[in-house]
């Protein structure tokens, strides 16, 4: 009697799918059913065919908050929207640390087993500079709170030889390896999370024990640290570069010209670049003894990396002295005492000794003075070069090469500025021999160069 009332609601079940179909005949077949079997189908004739039905705790497709959604969201289907799109909403917003926090409460909150906490770390970890906390050790630490806890720690050895949960280890390796590239240094709530997740023999673990062991060592290795934060205005930030770029003490930097905008009398408006240099006492004593029948040069532009940051510089320098031309001053014993400069020692060689040494020696010429401006053509440089004059009286005797590569003329930062207030470099390098500023009735004289790149 059981087999038959299963087969009979099997078939009640199949007619279920079949919208063609009334109501009325799943009827019929029940009240048939129960006049066929009064006694054992006697207590079905009163009751409702039922549907199944999922329990909510098992939902397959976590619904997505409402304030993540626009009017349009809501048409689209809710079970396609991945962590990406989460990220992407909250972006419309404002990319700050408290959307990001926010988007991280929401995974955790929305689903008690954190199903699809891999992925979403992933998503977080490569959005995480555009909300501008890749460098906030908080925040990490609020990702790796999101693995589930005393999940994935072996249990024996054979556990921690198999490499336990493979991918939620490389995801938590892969988080630590992000704050390495960042410099970030974790601390004791990072390891304590790591414990509880991964236990104490993971890979997670050793990759932090690795970190927590060289980090204090190359933490200070490097004499001049370049800051986190760079000047953002570029009068700063040319200050800072050339203080980086050079190798004496005592350079004096002086601002030949601020960034200004001025109205000519035809009433156009004109945007002046800035202008600052670098130059030493040494630098200047050596312009100074410069042969003046022999020329200089001012070349450029060079970049110079600074973080994420380019920025260029320009020199003004001098061909090398040639032999017949070469002084050799005498050796001062008392200049340095610390580190002698010259040591004559006689000492007696054995007969396997090679006597004959060969060194190359590569003279690149003297750098006299160095400069950063917004616009570097030679309209520009010509009143660095005429600043530089003050301290230098030598530059009025001296001709004046320009070698001025093909490049780029401005920092980044002053980039999106308008290309109609700046004035463009020429296109052919030119010779100008400069003269003495008290006499402002002599003309210049300029003459074209055949090569940017002649040897003089």
């Given at each position: 009697m059981k087999c038959a009332r299963c087969l009979l609601q099997l078939q009640c079940l199949r007619l279920v799918g079949q919208s063609a179909r009334?109501?009325?005949?799943?009827?019929?077949?029940?009240?048939?059913?129960?006049?066929?079997?009064p006694n054992t189908l006697h207590s079905t004739q009163h009751q409702?065919?039922?549907?199944?039905?999922g329990s909510p705790a098992r939902a397959k497709d976590p619904p997505v908050p409402a304030e993540f959604l626009n009017g349009d969201d809501e048409k689209k289907d809710k079970s396609l929207v991945t962590h990406d799109d989460l990220f992407e909403q909250v972006a419309k917003e404002a990319k700050t640390k408290a959307t990001f926090n926010k988007v991280v409460d929401v995974f955790i909150k929305r689903d008690v087993r954190r199903r699809g906490h891999v992925e979403f770390i992933y998503a977080a970890l490569k959005k995480m500079p555009e909300f501008g906390v890749e460098r906030d050790l908080v925040v990490y630490n609020r990702l790796l709170d999101v693995f589930p806890k005393e999940v994935f720690v072996p249990r024996n050895f054979i556990q921690q030889m198999f490499n336990h949960y493979p991918r939620q280890q490389e995801c938590g390796v892969q988080l630590l390896e992000q704050m390495e590239n960042y410099g970030i240094m974790p601390?004791?709530?990072t390891k304590v999370l790591l414990v509880q997740i991964f236990g104490e023999k993971g890979h997670p673990m050793r990759k932090y024990q690795r970190i927590m062991y060289w980090f204090p060592k190359?933490?200070?290795v490097n004499p001049f640290p370049v800051p986190q934060q760079l000047p953002e205005d570029p009068v700063d930030l040319a200050r800072f570069s050339l203080n980086r770029i050079a190798n004496d003490r005592s350079s004096e930097i002086t601002v030949y010209q601020l960034a200004c905008t001025d109205i000519t009398e035809s009433g156009e408006q004109i945007t002046l670049p800035h202008i600052v240099g670098i130059q030493s006492p040494s630098q200047v004593e050596l312009l100074a003894k410069h042969n003046p029948s022999r020329p200089v040069f001012v070349e450029g532009p060079f970049p110079l990396w600074l973080r994420k940051k380019c920025v260029y510089y320009y020199v003004l320098r001098a061909d090398p002295t040639p032999p017949e031309e070469k002084v050799e001053e005498p050796y001062d014993p008392e200049r340095c005492l610390d580190y002698p400069l010259q040591l004559d020692l006689d000492l007696d060689r054995d007969l396997g000794d090679e006597e004959s040494l060969d060194v190359?020696?590569?003279?690149?010429?003297?750098?006299?003075?160095?400069?950063?401006?917004s616009q570097g053509d030679q309209t520009v440089l010509n009143q660095w070069v005429s600043g530089l004059q003050e301290n230098n009286p030598i530059l009025g005797r001296v001709p004046t090469l320009f070698r001025l590569d093909a490049g780029p003329r401005e920092l980044q930062e002053a980039a999106?500025?308008?290309s109609a207030h700046h004035h463009g470099p020429e296109p052919e390098t030119q010779t100008e021999e400069r003269r003495p500023q008290e006499d402002p009735d002599v003309t210049v004289e300029e003459e074209p160069r055949t090569?940017?790149?002649?040897k003089q």
């Open positions: 009334s109501a009325a005949q799943y009827g019929a077949l029940l009240q048939s059913a129960s006049s066929s079997q409702v065919l039922r549907r199944f039905h601390n004791m709530e190359f933490k200070h190359e020696e590569l003279d690149e010429g003297s750098v006299f003075a160095m400069c950063m401006t999106d500025t308008d090569s940017q790149r002649m």
